[in-house]
């Protein structure tokens, strides 16, 4: 199994960042696919989840109304669409796979490498 992250990059405080998993090497039916943050000094954090299934979707509470998650099971890749940014979101950004559950870090099975988002203000 392969979960690849990308897109990250440096934005300025208020712009916006495409994130990309892409999948491979199995079907994640059934999985909580997630992404979660890890600032410079600071543990890692959830950010958002999405039933593969199902399609609902669940976020921290710092993120909503700014972060929408989203899949296509057609490319087997999940997006998180992150908008007004803020410099607190800078953080290495981590996609993950979890049959158990999407909120705490060690219920996931599978993760990718890593993107990181710079946001200067």
């Known amino acids: 199994v392969q979960l690849q992250a990308s897109g990250g990059g440096l934005v300025q405080a208020g712009g916006y960042l495409r994130l990309s998993c892409a999948a491979s090497g199995r079907t994640f039916s059934g999985y909580y696919m997630g992404w979660f943050r890890q600032a410079p000094g600071k543990e890692r954090e959830f950010v958002a989840a999405?039933?593969?299934?199902?399609?609902?979707?669940y976020y921290t509470d710092s993120v909503k109304g700014r972060f929408t998650i989203s899949r296509d099971k057609s490319e087997n890749t999940v997006y998180l669409q992150m908008n007004s940014l803020k410099p607190e979101d800078t953080a290495v950004y981590y996609c993950?796979?979890?049959?158990?559950?999407?909120?705490?870090?060690?219920?996931?099975?599978?993760w990718g490498q890593g993107t990181k988002v710079t946001v200067s203000s």
């Open positions: 993950g796979a979890s049959r158990s559950g999407y909120r705490f870090e060690r219920a996931y099975d599978y």
């Open positions: 999405i039933n593969w299934s199902s399609g609902m979707t």
